[in-house]
Structure formats: C-alpha cells, structure tokens
C-alpha cells in the first residue's frame, strides 16, 4: 500500500480499439508512421496513430487515427472523431472530418454546436541546407462541419513553432449565432477568432507574443507567460498573466510579475524549441521547461515551474577511500511554487535514490491537487503534497522518494518514463464516485486515474513504530484539516487507542486538538474570525523564515528535501490583480483569485504566545518537598490544626478551579489576540466574544470525547450474555476495553492520560469532567508506590479527601514503615483544614500520640473552666502527683463533648500525652506549675 490510491475511471484504448479496428482491415501497410502527438504503448494503437488530440465541454473526448473506408478503398487516410466519455458503455464514436491523405493532426477543437471544427497539424521535412537538419512546420486549419461538402480552409499562420487551436464555450444569447476560436502560435500571438452565420471576421489580438501558456477548459481561462523589456541585465523580466472571457470577450484578470528569469534562462537562448506533445496536455512544454497552473480550492491558484535538469552527470570526489574514481552526485530535481493568493515562493531542491539517475533527466513532474494539496508526482520517483492551500499559511508537509513513492498501475507494462497530463472529467457523468475531474492521464497507456488519498494507507503509517512523530504529525494534519471524511478523524483516533496507543505521542494529540477544533468551525460564514483561528501545531514556513531560523523537529525530518521560501512583494502583486466582477461571470464559473493579506498583518493565533506572556498557569501545587524524603510527624501535625473545617475537598472543586483558570488565561489572550487583529467594526467586541464561546465549547467538547474514547474504545453496545463468544473469530474482531484487558492495559490507559494531560496543559485546553480521579486512580493501581509518590509530589496528581480515606482503609492495621511513609506523603498533600478528619481516621500509636499533644496545646489555651466539687479527679490526689493531678482538672474541665468529637482522640490519650509531657523534661516542671497557679 501507498499513500495515493488509483481508481481507474477511462481507459481509451479500451474505450476505442473495438470501434477502430475495422479501419485496419483493408491495410496493405500495418507499419506504423511517425507523429508528433505521443502514442500509446500498444500495437494495435500504433498502427492505426491512435492519439487523443482535444476535450471539450462538457465530457468530449476529441481523437485522430489513421486508416482506411469504404468509400476510398486502399487509400490511408487521417480521420477526426469525437466521443462521450459520458457514455462508456453504449456510446459510439461520431465522425467529424475525414481527410484526403494522412496528415499528423496535434490539436482539435469543435464549437459547442458541433458545426465547426478547427484543427492544427505538424509536417516534417528535411532541409536542403548542409546540415540537412528535420524541420518542422505548424499550420491551422478550420472546417465547416454543417455544409453537405466538407471544405477545409487555411488560417495562412504557417510557422516553425507550436500552434493549437481552441473554442471557446459561453451561455451567453450571442454564443447561438457566433463561435469564437482561439489560435496559438508559439513566440508569435494569440489571436480571437469570431465567426458568425459561417463568415470569418478578422481575428483580435489577445497577446502580442508570448513564451508558454495554458487553457483551462472547465473555467475557460488563459494563462500566459510573457517578457517584458527591463533595465536588468539580462534584458527581460517575466510576467504572468490569466485571462478570461466573459461574453467571449478577452478580460485580463491576473498581470503580475513572477521572478522566473533564473529559470527561463537556460531556455530563452533556444532558437527552435523542441516540443513535448503528450495527449490531453493542458499546458505547452518544450526543451524540458514545465510549467502548470493549479487552481487549489477556494479561489487559490499555485503557479508551478519545474527547473531544468542539471548536475545529473556532475562528478564528485569519491565518498569513501578507495572507491577508485571520481563518484557521480546524487540526482536532483528542482521545481518552484508560487502560491498567488499568498504572495510567496517555494522553491525545493529534491535529491532523488542513485539508481534513479537515468531517468531524471527525462522526467516531467505532475502538477495537481488532492484534498486540496498540491500533489507534485514523478511516479515511482517523489510525491509530495504541499501544504500551500487558501485556508491556512503553507507549512511542512508530507514527502516520500523511492520505493514510498506509488507507482502507476500496471506500470510493469512499458519500460518508458512515465507520460502525465489531464483528463477532463465533469461531476455529473460520474455520478456514483465522489470524484470531481479532471483525472490523471495516462499517456503512455491511454488510461484516466482518479486520484485520491489511501486512508487505509495514512491509517497503518499511524500506527506504524517506525514511523518518526513528525510524520504522523502532518499526516494526522492532512487527515483531519484536509481531507472531506467527517468521521475519519474520529476512527482514527479510536483505531489508535485500541490497536496503536503508543502512535499517541503528546505532539500528535496536541496536532489533534487543535486541528479538531478549527475543523469544526472552518466552514463558519464569518471567515475574517476563522482565518485567526489556529489551524495546527506544524511550523509555517512564514514563521521560520520571519524568525530567520528552521529549528524545528519539521524542518529537517527529510534529509533530501531543502526549501527556500521568500514572499512577493505584496503591494505591487495587488495592482496586478483585477477585481472580482461576478456580473460579467457568465458560463463556466471561475474563481476569482483571493489574494490573502500578508500573515505579519493577520496571523493565526499561536498557543506559544501564551507561554511568552506567561499567561498559562500551569496547575502544580507550591511544594518543595521530595517524594523520597518521608514527612516528618512534627511537621505533619503543625499543618493539622483543631479548628473547625469545612467540608473536605473533593476530586471536582479543586481540580476544576486550577482548570478553569487554565483555560479563562488560554481564552484571554485569544480574546486579545481576535480584538487585535479581527477588521474594525461597530460590532466586535461582541463577535470576539461569542468566537471565545465558541472555542471554548469546542475545546471542552474535544478533550471530553477523547477521554471518553480513551476509557472504553468500543463504541459498540455490550454484548448480550448469548452472544458471548459470537464475535471472537478473527473474521470479526471487537474492541476490547483497555481497563479490563490485561495487567499492563492499566499502565497503557495510565500513559495514554498522561499525554493528554500533558497535551491540554501545553494548550490550554480544559481537562474533561471527572479527569483527575480517574488519571488518580490508574496511576496508583498502575505505578510503583515510588513513582506515584513522586508524580503526586510534583502536582500531576492530585489526591483529595476521599482518595486519601481509601488509602487509609485499605493499609489499615499495617505495621511497615514503608506504608507509614507512603500514607503521611499523602495526608501531607491534602489541605490542612481538611487532613484533621484524616488524622483521626488514622489510628496509628505515633498519630494519635501526636495528636494529643496537639489537643493538649489547644486545650491549655482554652477559658478556664474548674472541675466540680464532686469530681472523681479530685478523689485522685493520692495516685497522682498533685501538680499533675490539677493540670489534669483542667483538661477535664475544658474538654467539653463536642471538643472531644472535634479533636478526635479521648480523655485518656490527652492525660497521657500531659503526664509524658511534664515528666519527659523535669526542668520544665516549674515552668507548668506556673503555668497552673
């Protein structure tokens, strides 16, 4: 398995070849000829120059072929057909133009009312000059198809260079009476055909001169790329232009300057350009220079240009002693990215295996999307999905080489360097799969591919151990923020916390977090608030390069992946950029381009910002005492003071203030955050506040299902007492509960808390209801006593009243020091208000020894209340000392019964701790007998 997913969807050869072979039958001469267009690695195709020459609206498939008819029998012939992709099953091919001769038609366009074909043909021919050279020359041609005679008639554009012909498709009232074609001529112009009731009218120019260009058939719109003179050295500056044609009039939408003459210059010294015509190719590629336009969802256009192979034969000094010779250097290939809508440049540098080398040379990266990524694709090479899409700011993203990169399906079948380019599909003839066109296309095998991300495939990299955490990491940010799976995110983090809990890692539940939350309130009308949202915890390319450094884990996860980002001048790149003019948008829909503010002027909200301003509390509790150094008795009882307390804490109150305060700081400073950067507006404080609402309930909804996933990974009901054992087949595995699978499921669910507790307290994020005891109570049914000891120290536990009172019933009536210790660390950490009633429960000899010692203290400075006369106390004189038999009237006299309930030891323990008092030191009896008088 790979990441991406092959479906086939058109197979032509398949399509066609059944239709076609008649044209074979009459053939004295089955040898094939040579043609400019490309062909299919098939022999059948080959005889009869099987290429796909054109696509039109709304799933036409227009194709040349050379054989033989009836009606001229033994003479070979080039014939021009159409048919509907639409129709796979029934549909036959339509006729549109058969010629005289065979002529090597390289691209056909026919109007929307099939009336009119126009068509361009290449013709080679050997010079008569010395070097004897193959020239090559380009003519258009035009047809009417709806006269009972077919006449063909020249353009009079014969050149050296490409030509292509194109109609354009509008619902205006006009398009029934006119057709408007478009004629390209490479270096030469485009110029604007109009023809009306069959009347040619001179044609208009839309580019006087150009050096590529590509037509988007869905959208109806022209991209060129152009020189401008300038002051530079090199004489020439590149520009960028998109046209489209509303009305079947030229309307400039795009003119800006892109900072390509680095890579055009290895190919503006070429005189007589040597073209690369694959079938179904959008866009013009020539000496190697490919260059596409992506159109990203949600009005984002990615302008990509692969730089010219070089140093694929450079020679370096050997790696290792001995090697005997010079060593050859690792291929590379090298493409730039300009993502218009953010003003910004990519530029990577891939360094490709060794065996490797003698294809790179040859290889034409694919240029696409999937899941709203820029899918850059060499099959069997590299495939990378960059991250440059309109909703968030590009950054790190996945990238695989070699054998992680997929390759085509049946690609064993030709030895070829693989061929890509477009197949024009439309949602409507595709009505059982969610594919939306176009596809990719097959050259080399005639064959149309949806596309798409294996989920079963990004799954098992979750899951896999010897997968680097960065990776999970984008990989988990592709499938929660990028992908249209609404329950994926979900299973997936089930999966994980049954089959894979190690995959857990904190960064990837913090990615989860925050990725979860800003899905869920993408798709809110107010996009001003959501593109201040976080999105994920992966570096921004912005970032690093607005911080001058690439530190990250992300930065150089991949070894033979190098960047370069840079950012366009924003001002001058809008003067370039026309206005959205939705009244003149008619036929097929084009985006218009939504070129987003800089990210210094509006960036995303960073959870580190709360760090920098301290602003996050963290909820450990002020104490310095070690988890291996035992209470001392005397400073145990200092803490538990006699005085009444209120009810004692539970595992909720304490844990939910320091939580709440967590979180009211993580949502003050997004609060800050929005009302900084959010646009002025009469009403903003009160749309930052419903957004901090908003966020908030995300928030708490998030980490509440997670820890609830956690606990019981089952989602299904219980099963019923008959059913037990029903499903215990390997056909039918089910989900086990992680509490009551095993002795270590306990320290696994431990771990699994542990890091989303650690996650929400590096967001922010509120703790789920219930959290801490549940985190408590695994820890200590799953750690060594040492090691709770010390997570209990440093306030990742917290114990309460309730847990504490367990402890003690359950080592009750245990005479081990080590136990001693363990229970007085615990009843250190609790409250002083609360651990008297703890102390009490306690009936250990030192505690309630000590204890009394306290009582006494209390006592003594209580109101002085005499025994009566009557007292058995005062019959007491002759046993005890009578000092010591007055301070015990006191006592007596003072303890009423609800002081003795309070203080929870008896009478006889407090005269005891009085008599060992005042007879330990018999230097302090004067001072007791003063204190009596």
Known sequence: AKMLQFREVYNIQARLLPHLLPALSNAPDPSPRETAVELFDSDQAAQLNL?????????????????????????????IDMISVAEQETGAPKRLYAHTETIDVISASVNKEHTMLAFSTASRYQSFSDTQEVQTTFDSYIVELSSKKQQIKSFNVSGHTYQRVQFLYNDSVLSARSSHLLVFRHLAG???????TGTKNLPRSVQASFVWFQFDLTRMALYILYLRDSSESRGYDTWFKCVTFPRNEPEVKIDVHLPLEHIYDKFASTRSPTYRLLSCARSLSFDGFNMHVVHMNQCGICVCVQHAPEGAGRETSPSTPGAGGPALAPPTISYTVYPLHRTCGLTYTLTLPTDSRLVVADTQLFFSVVSNLLMVYAPGLVLQLVDCCVDHEPCYHLSFRGNESPSLPDSSRTTRVAALSYFELVKQHQSNTKFFGPALFDARQGRAYQVQIDL????????????????????????????????YKKDVFQHLCHKAPDALDIPFLREYLVGAAYYDLKNDPDKLMVRLLPVTTIPTFYDEHHNGADT???????????????????????????SPTSSTMRGPAYESLQVLPPQSQTPRFSFEQCDDADVIVKPVKATTQSASTPTSWLRLLKRSTPAPSPAPATASSEDQSQQNAAQMKMLKCLRGHLSRHAPESEDLAGRVSVWEKRYSDRQIFLTQSMFETMLDPDPAPARKASDKGADDSPAAPRLRNLEAESEGSGVVLFRLLERLYCATQDLGFPLPSNFHNKFLMCAYDSLPRPLFSQYVASGTLHVHFGFVSNVLTELAGSTSPADDNFLMHLVSMIDAAAMPKLLQR???????????QAATAALMGAPDARPAAGDAAARDGDAVFSPVRFLIQQLRGKQTPAQQAQLGVSLLDIQDAALLSTTAVSSNIGEVLDWTV
């Not at 020459?53 to 080039?78: C, H, M, N, W």
């Not at 485009?190 to 009306?196: E, G, H, R």
């Not at 990989?475 to 990028?482: D, E, N, P």
């Not at 960047?563 to 950029?577: D, P, R, V």
């Open 51 to 79: 290429r796909i020459v054109g696509q039109e609206l709304p799933s036409f498939t227009i194709f040349a072929y050379d054989g033989y008819s009836d009606d001229l029998p033994g003479v070979k012939r080039t014939f």
């Open 190 to 196: 485009i110029d604007l055909y109009s023809f009306s």
């Open 456 to 487: 079963s495939y990004l799954l098992s990299l979750f899951s896999r151990a010897d997968v680097p955490t960065p990776t999970k990491v984008m990989g988990l940010h592709l499938a929660i923020v990028h992908l249209s799976e609404i329950n």
């Open 552 to 578: 990250s884990d992300f930065a150089h996860h991949y070894p033979w992946v190098r960047h370069q980002f840079y950012t366009l001048g924003h001002a001058q790149f809008l003067e370039g950029i026309a």
């Open 842 to 852: 306690w009936r250990h000899v030192e505690v309630q020894r000590r204890l009394a």
